[in-house]
């Protein structure tokens, strides 16, 4: 008899997306005429950027021909990606990595589910709350989030994030041993200063704490203040491994790559005090459960830092903004209290009157026929907000803006 993982049962039934979808059928069999607007799930509209595509035909064409045809992969990526990434999104913030640091995978999701498997299961955890659902997902899978009580796991710290803090986590008073951030953060679309960045860099330092900072949206930032890399601040290397993916900065949700940095310097311990090489256990884990991103997606992601590639991907990040500029602008104008927007993708929306992020989900779909994320699916501080993101069709976001402008008129 196998004896099942218990912890998977611990999980609540139906994930936040499904949930969704549930609902959005039984609209349309109630309403088989009226079309819905979705400004709900994050994935990305627009086409992949032509330099891409045209690097991957020639990583097509090279797998033809006996003399160039790639099997097997190095393990943790092909040199030409690794040191474009760092040429290019480390070097020029003054961050120096060195190519054993990068982890080229198939997107963030795996690395964050993923980089649990390194660590005990009884550390403590903590998360900016709302937040991005496979950090704790991850966690309950392999025990270490605890019960699930209320709606919160009994081991997971929920460090709140709310219009009443503008949305700046506070340095929660007593000692985590595992904390992650998002930023720019998915799904509030709101950034940290380097000064805010920099409290929680200190505190880990002080602390013994190991970061997970989830970038994935890095590439959405306007604001040059604003740090796109943990390391950009001093000391981050050796309290910190941060997530990135190609996925929102360039299209890559159906391609799949991304790549995770874990600095050499960067340690954690054994029960009787050793220290540990982070870099190590990851490179062993990643070569022993993990067999690479394709040669092709490979070269197409080299082709994202080519100097067409990168205008041709500003453009899209800069389509998906406008929609985010129109968006604020316009739900502002209705009175409603947006945040995010302007740095990232999603719009989080305050409910009026202390309506429920369920209860305002269902009236705008039943109402003005656009359909949104509840925020509540994000975590309890995520109740009373609506994420709404950026990455529709340009004339689908104006129609939106326009049934809720007339729905809440
Ligand atoms: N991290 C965050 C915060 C995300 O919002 C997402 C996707 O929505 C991911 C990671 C997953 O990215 P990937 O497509 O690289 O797996």
């Known amino acids: 008899m196998a004896l099942v993982n218990e912890h998977f049962l611990k999980l609540p039934g139906n994930y936040l997306f499904s949930d969704i979808a549930k609902k959005l059928n039984t609209f349309k069999v109630t309403h088989p005429k009226q079309d819905v607007i979705r400004l709900g799930i994050g994935d990305v509209t627009q086409p992949l950027a032509p330099a891409c595509i045209e690097a991957m035909h020639k990583a097509v064409d090279e797998m033809t021909r006996k003399e160039t045809f790639r099997g097997y992969g190095p393990d943790q990526g092909y040199d030409f990606l690794i040191e474009a ?26 690395d964050t589910g993923n980089i649990g498997d390194i660590l005990r299961h009884d550390n403590s955890v903590g998360v ?25 796991w009994s081991n997971v710290v929920y460090i709140p994030c709310t219009g009443e803090n503008c949305f700046i986590p506070q340095i929660p008073d007593r000692r985590i041993d595992i904390l992650y951030l998002c930023y720019p953060n998915n799904p509030t679309g709101t950034t940290l200063s380097k000064q805010e960045l920099k409290k929680w860099v200190d505190y880990a330092l002080a602390n013994d704490t190991l970061i997970f900072f989830d970038a994935a949206y890095e590439a ?5 203040k604003i740090p796109h890399s943990i390391y950009e601040i001093r000391g981050a290397k050796r309290c910190a491994i941060e997530f990135r993916s190609f996925s929102k900065t360039a299209g890559f949700t ?12 960067l340690t954690g311990a054994t029960l009787t005090g050793e220290r540990i090489s982070l870099n190590q256990l990851w490179s062993r884990r990643q070569s022993t459960k993990f ?32 929609n985010a500029k129109l968006m604020k602008e316009e739900l502002e104008s209705t009175g409603l209290k947006v945040y995010g927007g302007e740095n990232a993708p999603y719009l989080w929306v305050k409910t009026p009157k202390e309506t429920s992020s369920w209860r ?5 779909l039943y109402e003005a026929h656009v359909a ?24 689908d976001c104006v129609e939106a803006m326009k049934r809720i402008k007339t729905w809440l008129a």
């Open 85 to 110: 990434i760092i040429k290019n999104d480390y070097a020029p913030r003054g961050v120096q990595l060195s190519n054993a640091e990068i982890f080229i995978s198939d997107g963030a999701k795996s």
């Open 128 to 152: 900016t709350d709302p937040i991005y659902p496979v950090y704790i997902d991850s966690n309950v899978m392999c025990g270490r989030a605890g019960v699930l009580e209320n709606g919160r």
């Open 220 to 224: 959405y930032i306007q604001d040059p």
């Open 254 to 265: 159906g391609v799949r790559c991304g790549y995770t940095v874990v600095p050499k310097e």
């Open 291 to 322: 067999n690479g991103a394709s040669y092709i997606t490979q070269r197409a992601a080299e082709a994202v830092y080519s100097p067409e590639g990168k205008e041709q991907v500003r453009k899209i990040i800069s389509y998906y903004m406008g």
């Open 360 to 364: 305002f989900f269902e009236q705008m």
């Open 372 to 395: 949104g994320t509840p925020g509540v699916g994000f975590g309890p501080s995520g109740e009373g907000y609506v994420r709404l993101t950026a990455f529709g069709e340009h004339s």
